[in-house]
T-cell receptor, first 114, second 112 residues
């Protein structure tokens, strides 16, 4: 497995502002992912963070709204830009580690947009 | 059509009983299947993964996979109140590299 930390753990933000979420892993990993989990819902994949190249976004998510950085094999950031109340959610990073496509999740960032 | 389907529950079982959680998936070519447990306010925690048809046991947990029926289940024996959580089924669909598609989860309540 892998030990994953996220910062901040929670935040309350005003609409129109941006928040950058950090994800740190204790070992080098190839695949890192960013998910959103809206209240009472399951996980929705936002994008795959690729080291050394642009992130790969899922349908419905765009780089202008959710820019992602992946400067090395242990770190990634997700920015939620120009926030609206609809962006209130839990944002989770995950990494692929161990056998196959096994993913482990960070503790999440709880975001409330007012 | 949803790619991964689960009954949202709640599924209520008495302490000590067997809890049976079910999941169906639409992509027949899927190869990897995962069960995660998520306590309220926490992030998902991996319980088990299974790749081959049949049963896979780990302690009180047994995962069962039937690719012909596109069905994967999780059995929890001797259920404890601490097992009360939402259980998420995840599938790696064909041609999606390492991506996982999650079901909506089944909420399990273990009663005293």
């Amino acid at each position: 497995s892998a030990v994953i930390s996220q910062k901040p753990s929670r935040d309350i933000c005003q609409r129109g502002t941006s928040l950058t979420i950090q994800c740190q892993v204790d070992s080098q990993v190839t695949m890192m992912f960013w998910y959103r989990q809206q209240p009472g819902q399951s996980l929705t994949l936002i994008a795959t963070a690729n080291q050394g190249s642009e992130a790969t976004y899922e349908s419905g998510f765009v780089i202008d709204k959710f820019p992602i950085s992946r400067p090395n094999l242990t770190f990634s950031t997700l920015t939620v830009s120009n926030m609206s109340p609809e962006d209130s959610s839990i944002y989770l990073c995950s990494v692929e580690a161990g056998r196959g496509e096994t993913q482990y999740f960070g503790p999440g960032t709880r975001l409330l947009v007012l | 059509q949803k790619e991964v389907e689960q009954n949202s529950g709640p599924l209520s079982v008495p302490e000590g009983a067997i809890a049976s959680l079910n999941c169906t998936y639409s992509d027949r070519g899927s190869q990897s299947f995962f069960w995660y447990r998520q306590y309220s306010g926490k992030s998902p925690e991996l319980i088990m993964f299974i790749y081959s048809n049949g049963d896979k046991e780990d302690g009180r947990f047994t995962a069962q996979l039937n690719k012909a029926s596109q069905y994967v289940s999780l059995l929890i024996r001797d259920s404890q109140p601490s097992d009360s959580a939402t259980y998420l089924c995840a599938v790696n669909p064909t041609g999606t590299a390492s991506k996982l598609t999650f079901g909506t989860g089944t909420r399990l309540q273990v009663t005293l």
